[in-house]
């Protein structure tokens, strides 16, 4: 088959968006020899270098860093000229042209819960239900994003398949990870050799004012608690928050942390807290099991779906609750033990791989 994949995330954009296209091109180009794919960057990306180069793989540079735009007008109009069997669009499906059309659409948060996002935003992501009618196939994380799709009509049951994403093999736990390198990340972040971890964007629906609550109600008022990520639009002054709580000391901003560091940095951790209030799929809580690290999540949407039993699962709108969870992994080191095990097994059963054969598999499918 002829394949285009739709790559402005590929250099580009949210860090989750570049793993989800990174990670599935590597595969489909490693593993699936028999097919070539032609692959849609953004014209100002010309001169980034790509790491998969392969006479099958195609670049096409096309106008417009706009998805919305991009995906409608553009890409469309140079799949139809190369004779692409299939191509996969992100969040916004192509309208026009007889090749078949899938969209993987992460989630639909921003209908289910409108305030965590601001008026650009939901202006911007309306087009999606009304594009992805021209799609064959409507490609999501989880059972309970499908869910959320057949509830706001997104497509029938049969249109819509769940393909959850995979974890890097690069995050180890801390044994497999080289003492040179743990003591370079150590030094570089200034970690201190017990806390507790959190990784991803920082906004209202991620729920960090919760957590820092949590953190100040722990029985351990010694652990730290490490925040990595950047500040989304809609955040609580988080200088603030922390003086008001008498937190300083205890909690350390890290910032946007290279991807090349994340893996040894969750390995090092104590917990990893991940009491977001929605989510489509929840990939942190994946590498940090992956890693070694047991995990404390909301038991809400599709963190029981991905974590199975190798989480503790908390209410994320009583601080309480995730205070007693945390001291509960603190203070009790069997329980520890077992939740890492738990998770390093259950990480195994999300390989990339595998998602990018259910993708191929849908994309043989729509073909027919």
């Keep these: 088959m002829r394949i285009g994949i739709d790559g402005r995330w590929f250099f580009r954009g949210n860090p989750s968006g570049r793993v989800v296209v990174r990670n599935l091109l590597q595969q489909l180009v490693q593993n699936h020899v028999e097919h070539e794919y032609f692959v849609f960057l953004p014209r100002r990306d010309r001169g980034l270098q790509f790491p ?21 007008l553009f890409l469309p109009w140079q799949a139809r000229k190369l004779g692409l069997d299939v191509c996969l669009f992100f969040y916004f499906s192509g309208c026009f042209g007889k090749y078949k059309k899938i969209v993987w659409i992460n989630d639909i948060i921003f209908h289910a819960y409108p305030d965590y996002f601001t008026w650009k935003e939901r202006f911007y992501f309306w087009p999606i239900r009304f594009l992805s009618r021209w799609a064959a196939n409507i490609l999501t ?66 729920n960090i004012l919760n957590l820092l609550k949590a953190v100040n109600a722990l029985e351990d008022q010694n652990i730290k608690l490490i925040l990595a990520g950047s500040v989304d639009w809609k955040m609580f002054d988080l200088q603030m928050k922390i003086k008001e709580l008498s937190l300083q000391g205890r909690v350390q901003l890290l910032g946007q942390v290279p991807e090349a560091d994340l893996p040894v940095l969750y390995a090092q951790a104590t917990v990893f807290c991940f009491v977001s209030l929605a989510e489509g799929f929840g990939l942190p809580p994946l590498e940090a099991m992956a890693s ?71 994309c043989v499918e729509v073909v027919g």
Aim: aromatic share 8%; net charge positive; charged share 30%.
């Design 52 to 72: 998969f180069p392969d006479s099958r793989v195609h670049l096409l540079y096309v106008a417009g860093a706009n998805g919305l735009f991009s995906n409608c």
């Design 141 to 206: 994380l989880s059972r309970s994003e499908k869910e959320r799709m057949l509830g706001f009509k997104y497509a029938a049951a049969e249109k819509i398949t769940v393909v959850p994403l995979g974890v890097d093999e690069g995050f180890l736990s801390l044994a497999e990870h080289t003492p040179s390198r743990i003591r370079e990340v150590k030094a570089m972040y200034a970690l201190p050799e017990r806390f507790l971890l959190y990784v991803g964007r920082m906004n209202e629906r991620k």
């Design 292 to 362: 070694g690290v047991p995990v404390v999540v909301s038991d809400r949407d599709s963190m029981p779906e991905v974590c199975s039993e190798a989480a503790i699962y908390v209410d994320p709108q009583k601080p309480e609750d995730i205070a007693a969870a945390i001291d509960r992994l603190l203070k009790d080191g069997g329980l520890r033990e077992e939740k890492r095990v738990k998770g390093l097994l259950r990480a195994k059963c999300f390989p990339w791989k595998e998602s990018a054969n259910r993708l191929l598999q849908v």
